[in-house]
């Protein structure tokens, strides 16, 4: 067969699957550059090399052509694609003003089963601590 | 004894372009790419421990580098694998070191192992072959009936994952009948008994290597293991055929028709 001349390049990069809150232990293939599969990782002490369809298909989004990569505001009804110091200083200037207008309890926020436990701690954090509301839920009870 | 260290910078200086065997990760075991002889990456290549698919990446590996050579540390499980993919033309061995290592007691009475050692052994010892049939035994110790009964209670518990098909090194198929709606219906869990996983028993009939990763990865801990070896034992009395041993005799259930033999046994239904 030809060789291709393509530079040997394969190695696993342990991760932690996204998909849900029980947070399983992955290994994604990462082949030339492109993440292309999914083990299960076997030590793992949460998930012990087990997984649900979810978690063999994590690697499924990464290349995803309908993925975002950039975030977007809304200005006059459109999405326009932004950059993050632009996009956050929206969110902290709409929600503000909701507060400051309706008080704090006009604010609610929506941790993900796709965030890790911290950032779900941190979430809950800047609820309470300072917009100042318990408004706090949770995607899994959409 | 040489160590795997030494196997694996011996392979690469011989002109292999890549050794593909097991690296301690910070604590973690997982398959690693060996690439240079002179890699510090050389110091954390371990043998023993976690177990995976080789075959399954090796498949990969040479579709992905063609006119690349590759060296794998191999388990028994893991040579047959290779040797059975290699029949059915899904890896080509001449592109393929096989580095042997022989599993200890322990492996092969965890896994109730036929056979844990590869043909050629560079690394460990022989140990007897620890074959367990417990759970083989206790279920033709029941009626037909029973039978029934008790693999329906366990596979009650699947919550198809397709783990064992997405870890089995056997499982190479493009269009998988397990996806396929008019035999699988989606969205449905348990999947109907006992369709699904009959469809992959007989898949896996002259196939299947027995290395087990089927069972190690399934969250519902059904004996998937016993089932396919079952098979295979029918498989050997009645037609005399193991997966994964003699690479020139091929398995008697493979046939490779060309569309135009398709096409005529079609017309001929
Ligand atoms: S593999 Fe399944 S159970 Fe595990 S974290 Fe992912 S979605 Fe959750
Ligand atoms: S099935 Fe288990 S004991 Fe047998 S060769 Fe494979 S790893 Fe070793
Ligand atoms: S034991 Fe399971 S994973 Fe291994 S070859 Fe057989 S069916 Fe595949
Ligand atoms: S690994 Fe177990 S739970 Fe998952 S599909 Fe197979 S039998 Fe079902």
């Not at chain 1, 436990?117 to 959409?142: P, S």
């Not at chain 2, 002259?206 to 498989?235: F, H, N, T, W």
């Not at chain 2, 091929?250 to 135009?260: A, D, I, M, N, R």
Request: hydrophobic share 35%.
């Amino acid at each position: 067969m030809v060789d291709n001349g393509k530079e040997l390049s394969y190695r696993l990069v342990p991760s932690t699957c996204v998909y849900c809150g029980t947070g399983c232990g992955v290994l994604l293939e990462v082949m030339d550059g492109r993440v292309t599969g999914t083990l299960p990782q076997k030590d793992h002490p949460v998930s012990w090399g087990a997984l649900c369809v979810k978690g063999w298909a994590v690697h499924e989004f990464v290349h995803s052509e309908r993925r975002l990569t950039a975030p977007l505001v809304r200005s006059g009804g459109e999405l326009k694609e932004t950059d993050w110091d632009t996009a956050l200083a929206a969110v902290a200037e709409g929600l503000s003003r909701v507060a400051k207008e309706h008080g704090p309890d006009a604010v609610g926020f929506f941790a993900s089963a796709r965030c890790t436990n911290e950032e779900n701690y941190l979430l809950q954090k800047l609820a309470r601590a300072v917009v100042g509301t318990n408004n706090v839920d949770h995607c899994a009870r959409l | 004894m040489s160590d795997l260290k030494d196997l694996v910078r011996e392979k690469l200086k011989d002109g292999v372009d890549a050794f593909l065997c097991l690296k301690d990760e910070e604590g973690t075991l997982l398959p690693a790419l060996i690439t240079d002889a002179d890699s510090p990456e050389l110091e954390l290549v371990e043998a023993g421990g976690a177990r995976y698919p080789m075959g399954k990446i090796l498949i990969d590996l040479l579709r992905e580098y063609p006119g690349k050579r590759f060296a794998v540390l191999v388990r028994g499980c893991d040579e047959r694998a290779l040797v059975e993919l290699s029949k059915l033309e899904q890896v080509d061995l001449d592109r393929l070191v096989m580095v042997g290592l022989a599993c200890t007691a322990e492996e092969a009475r965890a896994c109730g192992c036929t056979r844990p050692y590869p043909s050629e052994i560079a690394l460990g010892e022989k140990a007897e072959a620890a074959p367990g049939r417990e759970t083989i035994e206790e279920v033709e110790a029941l009626s037909e009936a029973e039978r029934l009964r008790w693999w329906k209670e366990q596979f009650s518990r699947c919550i198809k994952c397709y783990g064992c098909r997405n870890v089995c090194p056997m499982c190479f198929c493009k269009d998988c009948a397990l996806e396929n709606p008019h035999l699988v219906e989606p969205g449905v869990i348990p999947p109907e008994f006992p369709s699904f996983h009959v469809i992959r028993a007989l898949d896996m009939t002259g196939r299947c290597v027995d290395c087990g990763l089927c069972e190690e990865a399934c969250p519902a801990d059904i004996p998937l293991r016993s089932l396919y070896r079952k098979m295979q034992e029918i498989m050997e009395e009645k037609l005399g055929y193991r997966a994964g041993e003699s690479p020139d005799e091929k398995s008697p259930l493979s046939f490779l028709g060309s569309e135009q033999d398709i096409e005529k046994l079609e017309r001929e239904q």
